[in-house]
């Protein structure tokens, strides 16, 4: 018995929307790669790895083909009760994550959420003091990666 044929679904460019609220870095590791390498430096900050989703994975699963991508999600519990004491409405907001997309010219982007821009939204002191303290953690994650 023969398996059917997955549907190809391709990468598109992102949006020109996206540059307001995302961050972006662009590089040649492979997406394995570059999963390794976050997990190890979201460990080195004090931050708990949550969870890592195979998109690529679940699509085929689904009947669609599509190029490596992960989705590391991370957060951690002094993190939670300083965002519930702030706003409960935030828990929305968290956790954290990182999109990590290999395109087949062999360029692969990591992506985030602006966490300043987000927390700002909700108005409250207390969370845009988070949400800033939460971009340098992102920034000093990525910048670490040598990617």
Not at 64 to 80: A, K, S
Not at 105 to 131: I, Q
Request: hydrophobic share 50%.
């Amino acid at each position: 018995m023969t398996e059917p044929r997955l549907q190809a679904v391709g990468f598109s460019e992102p949006g020109g929307m996206a540059a307001s609220f995302q961050h972006v870095r662009v590089g040649t590791l492979p997406v394995e790669e570059v999963v390794a390498r976050l997990k190890e430096k979201i460990i080195a900050a004090d931050l708990w790895v949550l969870h890592e989703i195979d998109p690529q994975m679940l699509l085929h699963r689904g009947g669609y083909d599509i190029g490596p991508v992960r989705q590391i999600l991370f957060f951690h519990p002094r993190l939670m009760s300083r965002l519930l004491a702030a706003d409960s409405a935030a828990l929305l907001e968290a956790p954290l994550k990182f999109a990590v997309i290999g395109f087949p010219e062999g360029r692969t982007e990591l992506r985030w959420l602006d966490p300043a821009r987000a927390f700002a939204r909700y108005g409250s002191p207390a969370l845009t003091a988070l949400g800033e303290e939460l971009a340098g953690n992102f920034e000093a994650i990525v910048g670490g990666l040598g990617f």
